[in-house]
């Protein structure tokens, strides 16, 4: 693909491209890494460097680089209808068994689904359905959202707001109206004296004490992912979610599972929420949707609130123009028949992922290394200064760049939030890349010292 490498790519890209959260001062400085070729777990920089990719792109290749079935999936679709859409009494084809794909996955329970392109976009999606249904039933005063502090949930104007992130709000004057945030389960950084169990209680019933505050006929829903990705591979503790779900039925408030990460085999099921044992009422989806081959998104719907946009609602005010996309959705649907027929959910329930969690384990005699905290292949490494209290080191953000970039020197794609090391692998990875991988980061924390 020679016409897309002109041998002054980076001057080309600092004059004219600003990449998603980049510091492109320091981009433009340093120069930009431009990847131009990807199979199976690999992928190879254009000067020819080939990196594990333990992050799968950015949680989304879940079977994968390399997948011909998937191009060729698409370039029939595209050769037969390359766009219709699913406005005004019209849809597609694969936009259809999609939906009913994805349905049957979580049992028929979340039995609809609207399609967007992103997670984002998934997430301003629920947001206003949230309110339409409450709208519906009588509660039009329920319009309030809780989310997570550290959460994350999208860079659209909704999804920056519910997102818990600081950094984030600081940029565009956020959050906006009608967003209120909780703690978030982050027990080695934020439990104290606490067992995890009696921590995960206690910030689970924080969400109690924000929704008497708010009044409960004020609140629409609560949002959560079932393990904080971006915030830092934050696993909760046992008692967490039974008494999320507790809580939001007690005051009747929508829960919704952000599965955008932990959705299609990331957890070792299908869905995050399956794992942890609960029931969502919406749940947006995308990434391992379609392993980031083509961009598609959605909102999982409940057999509740889909009832009511049907009977109560008729026509909900809210679509993208390419909303089931044909060829995203065929896309979708040759990943999903892959993750089906080569078991890649039992295999990371089974196999690698048990095997990931020892894996990372063996790092916890490192001097460095605080929890290792892992579920399925979505895991963490804490760094800390001092094991026996937790402490961490005054600038975690230099901490976690230096070790990415040993990582990425040596040949490992590895993500870095703060001082925790994310691991997110494609669900095809095997026991001896695992090895390799867990190898390379245990150089890279002994280079620290
Ligand atoms: N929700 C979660 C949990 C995410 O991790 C992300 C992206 O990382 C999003 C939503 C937003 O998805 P997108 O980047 O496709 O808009």
Not at 21 to 41: P, Q, W, Y
Not at 158 to 163: E, F, I, P, V, Y
Not at 353 to 373: K, N
């Amino acid at each position: 693909m020679t016409e897309f490498a002109p041998s002054n790519l980076a001057a080309i890209d600092a004059a004219h491209h600003i990449h998603p959260f980049s510091d492109m001062h320091k981009l433009n400085a340093s120069g930009t890494r431009f990847i131009s070729r990807g199979e199976g777990v690999h992928i190879w920089d254009s000067t020819g460097k080939k990196y594990l990719d333990a992050f799968a792109g950015l949680w989304c290749v879940n079977v994968g680089y390399g997948r011909t079935s998937i191009a060729e999936a698409a370039f029939r679709q595209m050769q037969e209808l390359p766009y219709y859409n699913s406005f005004f009494g019209t849809t597609t084809p694969p936009a259809t068994l999609l939906a009913q794909k994805i349905a049957s996955h979580t049992g028929g329970r979340l039995s609809h689904v609207f399609f967007t392109n992103s997670g984002s976009e998934a997430t301003d999606t629920w947001f206003r359905m949230a309110r339409v249904y409450w709208k519906a039933v009588g509660h039009p005063l329920k319009t309030m959202v809780i989310a997570r502090t550290n959460g994350y949930h999208g860079s659209t104007v909704a999804g920056a707001s519910l997102g818990g992130m600081k950094w984030m709000h600081e940029q565009g004057n956020l959050p906006i109206a009608g967003v209120q945030h909780i703690g978030q389960p982050y027990w080695y950084a934020e439990g104290g004296d606490l067992t995890p169990e009696a921590f995960g209680l206690k910030v689970a019933q924080e969400l109690e004490a924000k929704i008497l505050d708010l009044g409960a006929e004020n609140v629409a829903a609560f949002v959560a992912e079932p393990i904080q990705g971006a915030g830092g591979v934050i696993v909760p503790p046992s008692t967490y979610w039974p008494e999320i779900r507790r809580i939001t039925e007690k005051y009747n408030i929508l829960l919704v599972a952000d599965e955008v990460i932990t959705g299609f085999g990331r957890l070792g099921s299908w869905f995050g929420h399956q794992h942890f044992g609960f029931e969502p009422d919406l749940a947006p989806i995308a990434k391992g949707l379609s392993s980031g081959y083509l961009p598609i998104g959605g909102v999982m719907i409940s057999e509740r609130v889909a009832k009511v946009l049907i009977e109560e609602v008729g026509d909900f005010h809210h679509g993208f123009t390419y909303s089931g996309h044909p060829a995203a959705a065929v896309a979708a649907l040759e990943n999903l028949r892959i993750i089906e027929e080569e078991g890649l959910v039992e295999r990371v329930r089974d196999d690698v992922g048990p095997y990931l969690v020892q894996a990372l384990a063996s790092l916890r005699d490192h001097e460095l290394v605080g929890e290792t905290p892992s579920v399925g292949l979505m895991g963490a490494v804490q760094i800390t200064a001092d094991k026996a209290t937790r402490r961490r080191f005054d600038k975690p953000d230099d901490i976690g760049t230096q070790v990415r970039n040993h990582c990425l020197d040596n040949g490992l794609i590895l993500r870095a939030t703060g001082d925790r090391m994310l691991f997110s692998p494609p669900l095809i990875i095997s026991r001896s890349e695992i090895d390799q991988t867990v190898e390379t980061l245990r150089h890279a924390l002994d280079a620290l010292r």
